[in-house]
């Protein structure tokens, strides 16, 4: 059974058919979705929920849909992922209209927190392409360091970051 995370603000929920709207407007939106491979089309990013959502089934850990708790809007996700050869990462993202609110951060630490508590993890790590400013800064205000600086599955060299047991 996938948990429900709940903060000040927000409620994350499993991924289900219900975020398909919100799957859809983030990754048909390239500047929204461009550190995710985006501009993607809507059966695309139909195939990300489906992926998110079996990630919970297949790895035991995934994302979840960031709903404000104040009227139930589904704002992105944040959460888990680890494709095969890459390390597990801390990974977030947010429709354009949610930025700059704290809510990232506010689902991270959540995220973090049950890593750390209820998954029993000695890391919870991320790391991001370099002209991915606003993730590195992110990750930085959470406590995040740098471990290390290495070559990805992708061919491109990113640093990764470890965070701190809340």
């Known amino acids: ?37 985006g501009p993607l089309s809507p059966s695309a990013a139909y195939a990300r929920l489906a992926t998110d959502i079996g990630c919970w089934y297949l790895q035991g850990f995934g994302v979840w849909v960031v709903e404000r708790l104040r009227d139930d809007a589904q704002l992105g996700v944040c ?3 680890q494709g095969l050869g890459w390390p597990r990462e801390l990974t977030w993202w947010l429709l354009p ?14 995220a973090i927190a049950y890593a750390y508590r209820e998954c029993g993890w000695q890391t919870v790590e991320t790391y991001m392409t370099d002209d991915n400013a606003p993730a590195r800064a992110l990750a930085l205000r959470l406590g995040a360091f740098q471990i290390e600086r290495r070559i990805f599955p992708d061919g491109q060299r990113r640093d990764l970051f470890r965070f701190p047991r809340p």
Not at 97 to 110: K, L
């Open 79 to 81: 959460g888990f992922w």
């Open 1 to 37: 059974m996938i948990p429900t995370l709940k903060t000040e603000r927000l409620r994350l929920v499993p991924p289900s058919p219900t975020a398909e709207d919100l799957y859809r407007r983030f990754y048909t939106d390239a500047e929204a979705s461009a550190f995710y491979g």
């Open 97 to 110: 209209d949610a930025r700059g609110q704290g809510y990232a951060h506010e689902a991270s630490r959540a």
